[in-house]
Every structure is written in structure tokens, then in C-alpha cells.
Nanobody, 120 residues
Framework: QVQLVESGGGLVHTGDSLRLSCAVS????????MGWFRQPPGKARIFVAA????????YYADSVKGRFAISRDNAKNTVYLQMNSLRSEDTAVYYC?????????????WGQGTQVTVSS
């Protein structure tokens, strides 16, 4: 069983930055490939970014490439999503998940997510 707790969301303005955190707990949690997903209002949840535990290789959706950066601290069992140059279309609830690298959620369970609202 893996537990995921997202945090760090908030209300920001266009062009601002924000860093999300995902605390991961559970058996061998530091060995999971991890990803971030987001669900805009009224839309389906979509992939944002992923990172491998073994090599820290990363993969991004085209819409965030060059603006977002995923990273992890295995000692703290935490995954981060640094979001820069935020746009109104980045407004969504953001979730982290264990993934089959890079884009497929491994388990059909999600945390509570963290709301990011970008105001113009």
C-alpha cells in the first residue's frame, strides 16, 4: 500500500512560480517511479511529468516542457514539481502517483490532490 499526500498549491498570478510536494510512504517507497498529473475544472485528469527512481530520468508533457521541473529526494521520500512561468491554463488540481514510467498510473488510487489556481 502506498500513501501519497500532495501539498504546496495555492492562488498565484500569471508568470509566478510554485513548488508542489508529494510525500510518499509505504513499502520501498523510494524505489517507485513517480509522476504528476493534473485535472483542470470540468476536464479529465492528464499526465504532467514523471521521474524514474533508478536514474532520475524525467519526462514531460509538451504543454509544460521548459517551464516545469520534476525532482525527488529519496532520503525524504518526497517528489517535487517546480512550476515556473505559470499560465491560466495550468489551473487544476494536481495529483502525484506511482507510475509505469512515464505516463501510466500504476495504481487506481489517488491522494486528495492540491489545488493550483493561476489568475490573470
Amino acid at each position: 500500500q502506498v500513501q501519497l499526500v500532495e501539498s504546496g498549491g495555492g492562488l498565484v498570478h500569471t508568470g509566478d512560480s510554485l513548488r508542489l510536494s508529494c510525500a510518499v510512504s509505504g513499502q520501498t517507497s523510494s524505489t517507485y517511479d513517480m509522476g504528476w498529473f493534473r485535472q483542470p475544472p470540468g476536464k479529465a485528469r492528464i499526465f504532467v511529468a514523471a521521474i524514474k527512481w533508478s536514474t532520475s530520468s524525467t519526462y514531460y508533457a509538451d504543454s509544460v516542457k521548459g517551464r516545469f521541473a520534476i525532482s525527488r529526494d529519496n532520503a525524504k521520500n518526497t517528489v517535487y514539481l517546480q512550476m515556473n512561468s505559470l499560465r491560466s491554463e495550468d489551473t487544476a488540481v494536481y495529483y502525484c502517483a506511482v507510475v509505469h514510467f512515464p505516463t501510466i498510473p500504476r495504481y487506481n488510487s489517488w491522494g486528495q490532490g492540491t489545488q493550483v489556481t493561476v489568475s490573470s
